[in-house]
């Protein structure tokens, strides 16, 4: 059998320095969903994220705590895991900056940085933000109590005058363009691309890629004299410094892929085909991350795909603010599955957009408990109540009404997932299909034939069970579908429509889902429908707002 397609994607990495906000998961949320969508197709599927652990405000915490710093992140490590498992996130690794292959990863790229002529000694001096690092002047803002980063406005920034080691990114610039103008569909949305383009026309500075007075992080390889820093014991010198946090986690993506230690598996997974990032982080990511690729002599990665921040009434969202939601209040109102589909309905992966918790209620009803699962619930119903546990076969393609609609639907699904258009795939299915399947119902009132064929009509038994037929079959199209989305809700369906689900909890092992998604792709099978069950308990909107978070609106 030959190779399956490959394919490998990635998120960025949190600071594990804070509970995680559902503003936070988001994007993991979102790579989730894609990375299910190939595991379902068929592809060997290789999803990486984790935490980014040398964050200076991490070593500060642990320190006003008095806390051991490895104590303290491994703690706040478990706090994201379990929020990630709560949310049926399944990443094939979860990657962390103090794994030991990361180290090794970190300082064999600024060798190979150093070998190229790209690493130099020199002073940096400028604004320096406890929770991120240097920044650049045009990066913050001015207020009343001095200067202020934007992502960290209650923190008070540092003028800090050091030797440190820097990364002649200013060389790469005409390269970068070049990259650009070839690839131009590397970096998406279009616009964050453009944001890029301007930003690489006004020029580039070199980079700061080491701190001499911190020692939480990875040790710096290299000495001052230009061999290497590592002691004949083993040890690091701490004279030399750490690796500064930006550029060791940049490197996560690929040691996740095997470098350098597994040469195969790094030939095998890397170029990475998909980073999934926010738009903050998009010049690390387009500008100074392909760079030190370009320097190491190692291929950049295929796609680079940048949302949007999640607001309330027009703030970020964020944990210092206070108007972020914590997940699991979101999860114990809307289950695991409810909260992947509200939160991927409701915020577009693209761009940014406002969000509030009565918002989710109403399409976790709408959608779910009033469209979808009413829809599931009644034609259980229906065709146990007037077929007994026959499931009968729906009509061919190209005969019913609901087959016709379903038609190219796959097509188009699968270039919205694959295009990182999270929130059009769904309304595509769950907004439209649904919406159609539904009024199907209304308009062909199975009742009213039931009582015709009850009443001696044997044309309107035919018409029902075709009629009933292709109810269930748009049930089973709809909950495969949506089964990279709402992975535990996928089952109970088909388990209800009398279907084995033939995947793994995490997507694996089944057959390719794009076959399973033709109309009729089982019709000549036999079975036995199960038990209609509810799917999505419908929420009133008044106890929901009463059980919403605090920190929520």
């Known amino acids: 059998m030959p190779d399956r397609p490959r394919y490998y994607l990635t998120t960025a990495i ?11 998961l988001y994007e993991v949320i979102g790579a989730d969903v894609i990375a299910r969508w190939h595991r379902m197709k068929g592809d060997e599927t290789r999803f990486l994220t984790g935490t980014d652990e040398h964050s200076v405000n991490i070593a500060q915490r642990a320190q006003e705590l008095g806390r051991d710093t490895r104590d303290f992140v491994d703690e706040m490590v478990k706090v994201f895991t379990d929020a990630e498992d709560a949310l049926l996130i399944a990443p094939d690794r979860f990657i962390r900056t103090t794994d030991p292959d990361h180290q090794r990863a970190s300082q064999e790229m600024v060798r190979r940085a150093y070998a190229s002529g790209d690493v130099y000694l020199g ?46 990114l200013s060389a790469y610039r005409d ?3 070049a990259h650009f103008a070839a690839h131009p569909d590397w970096v998406e949305p279009e616009y964050r691309k453009n944001e890029m383009l301007a930003f690489l026309r006004a020029g580039l500075e070199d980079i ?7 020692h939480w992080g990875i ?8 061999e290497t820093a590592q002691r004949e014991d083993g040890s ?5 410094g750490v690796i500064y946090v930006w550029f060791d986690a940049l490197i996560n993506y690929i040691t996740g892929a095997g470098f350098p230690d597994d040469p195969t598996a790094f030939a095998k997974w890397w170029p990475a085909d998909l980073h999934v990032i926010g738009k903050d982080i998009n010049r690390f990511h387009t500008i100074i991350w392909p760079a030190m690729l370009m320097s190491a002599g190692i291929d950049l990665p295929r796609k680079v795909w940048v949302h949007g921040f999640m607001t309330v009434r027009g703030e970020k969202m964020s944990k210092s603010r206070g108007n972020f939601f914590d997940p699991f209040d979101v999860i114990a109102a809307f289950g695991a599955d409810g909260t992947r589909f509200v939160t991927l309905r409701e915020f577009p992966f693209d761009q940014d957009a406002d969000v509030s918790w009565d918002s989710f209620v109403r399409r976790y009803n709408a959608d779910l408990a009033n469209d979808f699962g009413n829809l599931v619930n009644r034609t259980v119903s229906m065709a146990r109540r007037y077929l007994g546990d026959e499931r009968p076969a729906p009509l061919p393609r190209t005969e019913g009404r609901l087959s016709w609609s379903w038609g190219k639907l796959p097509e188009l699904y699968q270039a919205m997932i694959e295009d990182c258009m999270l929130h059009d795939a769904l309304g595509l299915v769950f907004g439209n299909f649904v919406s159609e399947a539904n009024q199907y119902v209304d308009q062909e009132r199975p009742w009213e034939i039931a009582k015709a064929w009850k009443a001696g009509d044997e ?10 037929g292709d109810l269930i079959e748009a049930c089973r199209l709809i909950g495969l579908a949506g089964a990279p989305f709402m992975p535990s809700i996928a089952p109970r369906v088909l388990a209800q429509l009398g279907y084995a689900y033939p995947y793994a909890a995490d997507g694996n092992g089944g057959p390719p889902l794009l076959r399973e998604l033709e109309w009729g792709s089982h019709a000549g099978e036999t079975g036995a429908l199960g038990t209609a ?21």
């Not at 009343?144 to 980063?149: A, E, K, Q, S």
């Not at 690091?236 to 030399?240: L, M, R, V």
């Not at 419908?538 to 059980?547: D, F, P, T, V, Y």
């Open 14 to 24: 949190a600071y594990p320095n804070n509970k995680p906000g559902l503003h936070t």
């Open 123 to 168: 002073t940096y001096e400028g604004w320096y933000c406890p929770a991120e690092g240097f920044k650049a002047p045009s990066d913050l803002y001015e207020t009343p109590d001095g200067m202020r980063c934007p992502s960290h406005p209650t923190i008070e920034l540092q003028w800090l005058t050091e030797r440190n080691w820097f990364f002649r």
């Open 175 to 177: 390269r970068l363009v």
């Open 208 to 214: 700061s890629i080491s701190r001499e007075t911190l």
């Open 219 to 226: 040790p710096f390889p290299i000495a001052e004299n230009g």
């Open 236 to 240: 690091w010198d701490p004279e030399a």
């Open 459 to 468: 044309e309107a038994g035919e018409r029902l069970r075709g009629v009933l």
């Open 533 to 553: 069950e509810p799917l999505f308990p419908r929420l009133e909107s008044e106890a929901a707002a009463a059980e919403a978070p605090a920190s929520g609106t």
